[in-house]
């Protein structure tokens, strides 16, 4: 037999079923029929397996094989026509439509896409779920707005409808920017008109009487058919905002923001927390223009509940929750809403060329390429951490309440990793396993690992050698770091010691430790390895530091979180006992005369209990002071001639990585206090950002004695 006769066969055999209505029968000779038959007849063959498919419960393939047909052939209206008939069968009315229009793009004229039309039109219409309103609105932007030219739903709002310019056939106008929200998207054209597309429920993409909601009702419970009656899942133009030249919009979460060519702001949608900038905290279905008497804006950024916009001069105005601190308006405006614009003043004479939102935290950049950061940092999104008021940190994370810059990232992690078995950096405890020892520092595993603090602070108790001030390393086996931790549990210890103990080499200690130090865990090399993993996750579970199992689960080699890591030496250097420490520093000096006005004294003198290992690691000045040429390392006491205030403000920082301050205020006296010093102990990063938070604070008050202070110790940012 013939080719040409066994696809024949094969499709006839196929048509019969078809007829029958056996379309599993049908779909088994169709497939078969297709791998025969000729291209000029796989359509056909395609429409019939399409509706098996369809038939038989499998509707993507039938979605499939109907768009290969129009594929195949465009000009040939039964792909089209089969396609939107699946769609409609199954209430998916917009697609329906938008396939049908699309074919008249290659069918000029067709009775039989004219008669779909029409049909799809009737039934969409009168269909229970469709708002007479929604249903001639949504029509009437396909034929009017795009015409001929219409995104495919698939398409429209995606990254790649929004980097091309639009699908297959393109957009008329084309797109030249496009702002996304959390359920909502804005599209602007080249002629200045604006587009929504998305979740419509709280009004904002413009009114819709489907919706029927009003102010009085934006915080009452939304219902899955007002969510589904209030949702484009194609671009409709904003008619309402059609008269002005819009050259800027921004989604926030339930609002929408425009900036016309005027410098004028125009919100609408929910305007909670006073997020519209017009004075209320009413819902506003239509755009109306943010109040801002006399301020002409340049570039607009919507929050999920607060919106900034940047001024001609080069202000930044903030507006809406004020929660976080995220319209960086200080301390003494707290939480309260701001209705209206109001000036961010601490950020001084900066001129904001670039401004950001977050869902509670906004950025904005100076003209001069300073990035500064405000609000929640929660996930270290403001890459600031230290520079928080820790005094009042909220349960879910540090927060900012004024802007402060973001500065580049330093080198404390890696500095504390360099301690560990580092004989030279002043080790304060030797731990041994069997014959081999590794140096370590208690202030290190005391900020890192909770449970060693009780272990250090009991074996300190008991009278072991732990004094390190004037004293020798502290040399303990594992044996003794597990009794002390098990101390009121004497069994548990002992069958620790005789059971899991053995079991733990030194290469395991060292991965442990270097955990703990480095926060870096050698996964790869543990996979490969499971004894020694097992080995490590017996320390892991003895001391409590459950992130190593976690780090190895999945399979993470890199460093976690520095916040985290952060936090633990922030609270250890608040809150550690004596014996963590192997010297002390007596600050004793005051300020000089260009700042003695602007800065309180503090106390006449002060001591400080200090592990030299660490500021070693991370500070020259201290460095040379306890390894230089002429230094005596057997000395543990040493005295700086100082103000005590800046001295402990400076080691705090290299101890901790962070700057903490309560508020502008607060910061301008203790941020000149290390300005003044950072020269002389060497820490221009921390230098860096001082200066720059106490640029934002010059005013007519203060500039004459800060001109002074910054010539007299070289504050560039300040000049």
Same mark, same amino acid.
């Given at each position: ?67 290969? #047909?129009?594929?195949? *052939? ?10 939107? =008939? ?87 106008? !084309? ?18 008109? &604006? ?14 009487? !489907? ?19 209030? =949702? ?9 905002? !059609? ?37 209320? #905290? ?19 950024? *919507? ?8 001024? /001609? ?30 000036? @961010? ?11 950001? #939102? ?48 973001? @500065? ?38 005391? *900020? ?5 603090? *009780? ?10 050698? =732990? ?28 069958? =620790? ?38 080995? @490590? ?109 800046? &001295? ?33 102990? /060497? ?37």
């Amino acid at each position: 037999m013939s080719t040409q006769g066994g696809w024949q066969e094969t499709k006839a055999r196929g048509d019969g079923a078809y007829k029958a209505k056996a379309y599993k029968d049908a779909l088994v000779h169709y497939t078969a029929a297709l791998s025969l038959a000729p291209s000029d007849v796989t359509v056909n063959v395609l429409l019939n397996r399409a509706v098996s498919f369809y038939q038989v419960g499998n509707h993507d393939q039938a979605f499939l094989d109907a768009r290969e #047909c129009m594929h195949l *052939a465009p000009d040939d209206p039964r792909g089209y026509i089969r396609y939107s =008939t699946f769609c409609m069968n199954l209430h998916k009315y917009e697609p329906a439509m938008y396939v049908l229009l699309k074919a008249r793009l290659h069918i000029q004229r067709n009775d039989d896409i004219e008669g779909a039309l029409a049909s799809c039109a009737r039934k969409w219409a009168s269909h229970p779920r469709t708002p007479a309103s929604q249903y001639l609105h949504t029509v009437g932007q396909f034929l009017k707005d795009f015409g001929t030219h219409i995104p495919s739903p698939e398409m429209a709002g995606s990254r790649e409808f929004l980097q091309e310019g639009g699908p297959r056939h393109g957009l008329t106008p !084309s797109v030249v920017s496009v702002s996304t929200g959390p359920s909502h998207m804005l599209i602007l054209t080249d002629t200045h008109e &604006v587009y929504g597309v998305g979740s419509n429920v709280r009004q904002q993409i413009q009114a819709s009487p !489907s919706a029927q909601m009003n102010a009085s009702s934006m915080n009452q419970p939304v219902t899955s058919r007002a969510l589904w009656e209030a =949702t484009y899942s194609m671009p409709v133009r904003l008619n309402l905002i !059609s008269e002005h030249r819009i050259v800027q919009v921004s989604a926030g979460k339930m609002f929408s923001m425009a900036l016309d060519q005027e410098g004028r702001v125009f919100t609408w949608g929910l305007g909670q927390a006073g997020v519209l900038g017009n004075g209320t #905290c009413k819902m506003s279905a239509t755009p109306s223009r943010v109040s801002a008497l006399g301020v002409k804006f340049v570039e607009i950024a *919507a929050g999920y509940f607060h919106a900034a916009a940047i001024s /001609d001069d080069g202000g930044l105005y903030t507006w809406g929750s004020g929660c976080n601190g995220r319209l960086g308006l200080g301390s003494a405006h707290g939480d309260k809403e701001q209705v209206t614009p109001r000036r @961010v003043t601490l950020l001084g004479n900066a001129r904001i060329r670039r401004v950001a #939102c977050g869902a509670a935290h906004t950025a904005a950049v100076t003209e001069e390429g300073a990035l500064y950061a405000f609000g929640r940092n929660h996930k270290e999104q403001l890459g600031v951490y230290g520079m928080v008021n820790h005094e009042g940190v909220t349960p879910g994370g540090p927060e900012l309440e004024m802007p402060v810059p973001v @500065v580049p990232p330093s080198t404390f992690r890696d500095d504390v990793s360099k301690l560990l078995d580092n004989s030279d950096m002043f080790p304060d405890m030797i731990i041994m396993v069997g014959e081999e020892r590794v140096h370590a520092h208690r202030f290190v595993l005391g *900020a890192r690992c909770p449970s060693m603090r *009780a272990v250090i602070s009991h074996l300190a108790a008991k009278g072991r050698p =732990t004094a390190p001030i004037h004293g020798m390393p502290l040399m303990v086996s594992l044996a003794d770091l597990v009794q002390a931790r098990y101390v009121d549990r004497p069994a548990e210890a002992a069958a =620790t010691i005789s059971n899991l103990l053995p079991m733990v080499t030194f290469p395991a200690l060292m991965i442990w430790l270097r955990f703990i130090y480095a926060d870096v865990l050698d996964s790869t090399a543990l996979a490969s390895r499971m004894t020694l993993f097992e080995q @490590v996750a017996i320390l892991a579970d003895i001391f409590e530091v459950p992130e190593i199992r976690r780090r190895f689960d999945r399979g993470s080699d890199a460093p976690g979180l520095i916040q985290p890591y952060l936090a633990g030496f922030a609270d250890a250097a608040d809150h550690l006992a004596p014996e963590f420490y192997d010297a002390t520093i007596r600050a004793t000096g005051s300020l000089d005369e260009p700042v003695a006005a602007l800065v309180p004294g503090g106390q006449p003198s002060v001591e400080l209990l200090v592990p030299r290992g660490m500021l070693c690691i991370r500070n020259e000045y201290f460095k040379a002071m306890w390894l230089g040429p002429l230094a005596r390392p057997d000395l543990t006491s040493t005295e700086i001639h100082e103000a005590p205030s800046v &001295v402990c403000d400076i080691v705090k920082y290299l101890l901790t990585d962070g700057l903490f301050i309560k508020s502008a205020r607060d910061a301008s006296a203790r941020l000149l206090s290390i300005v003044m010093a950072s020269n002389a102990f /060497d820490v221009p990063r921390l230098k860096a950002a001082a200066e720059k938070i106490l640029s934002n604070s010059i005013d007519e008050a203060n500039a004459t004695s800060l001109l002074e202070f910054a010539i007299a110790y070289q504050a560039t940012q300040l000049l």
